[in-house]
């Protein structure tokens, strides 16, 4: 596919994904590498126009610029998208909020502490990213060390060959103590993301160093 098929491909889908109001992004493509531009109303939007782009064939690379610009209400102050934090925090049945500090800064949202496992982590930063007026997450909370698991490396061998959306043989997974490193190439940037989800469902990983080439 070209750049200029590739380009309309990928404003076809933006406007497709219902989510996200694509009227004020544009897309340029230079060898099947992405360069997304202008500015959203939430920062839900700016992930979603990033996730769409990536599940695109042909898609080798994203850089994206997209702006956010979030309507402002009494509700967009710091003090008050703090306090929404925290709320959709603690109604989350998946999320152990007293463990997770909010701080808010000219609507960028920084999580803090320590949760068990990696969907945590991500669920938590799921949770505060859709809210009205943020403009950014900084998402820094740390895993809990947990039992060292020696067959790791087996168990996300084992996973991978189980997914019929990746070619295991492609993929090559490295483990020092808990870091986990895959190498090798996949096809689709979802086809990086299944690997990566494989590697943190073992218990005992705290890192996961995505090397996987698209190929």
């Known amino acids: 596919m070209n750049d200029l098929s590739l380009r309309q491909s990928i404003m076809d889908e933006l ?7 694509a009227a004020n992004i544009g897309v340029t493509v230079d060898n099947g590498v992405v360069t997304l531009t202008g500015h959203v109303k ?30 402002k209400s009494a509700g967009t102050a710091d003090d ?21 500090k909010v701080i808010v800064q000219k609507g960028w949202i920084t999580l803090e502490g320590e949760v068990d496992w990696q969907y945590q982590k991500e669920t938590a930063e799921m949770a505060v990213r859709k ?13 809990r060390p947990q039992v060292n698991v020696e067959d790791i490396q087996r168990r996300i061998e084992e996973a991978l060959k189980r997914n019929a959306e990746v070619d295991a043989q492609e993929i090559h997974v490295k483990v ?3 870091v986990v490193k895959l190498e090798g190439k996949v096809h689709l940037w979802r086809e990086r993301k299944i690997a990566e989800r494989a590697a943190w469902s073992v218990p005992g990983v705290r890192q996961v160093d995505d090397h996987l080439r698209i190929a």
């Open 80 to 100: 008050a998208i703090a306090s929404r934090a925290l709320n959709i925090l603690t109604w989350s049945s998946d999320i152990p909020e007293q463990d997770i």
């Open 15 to 21: 406007e497709f994904q219902p989510e996200i109001d």
């Open 176 to 178: 020092e103590g808990d």
């Open 131 to 143: 809210l009205s007026g943020v403009v950014g997450v900084d998402n820094r909370l740390t895993l």
């Open 42 to 71: 939430s920062y839900a939007q700016k992930v979603s126009a990033e996730r769409a782009v990536k599940s695109i064939k042909g898609v080798r690379a994203v850089a994206e610029e997209i702006q956010v610009r979030p309507m």
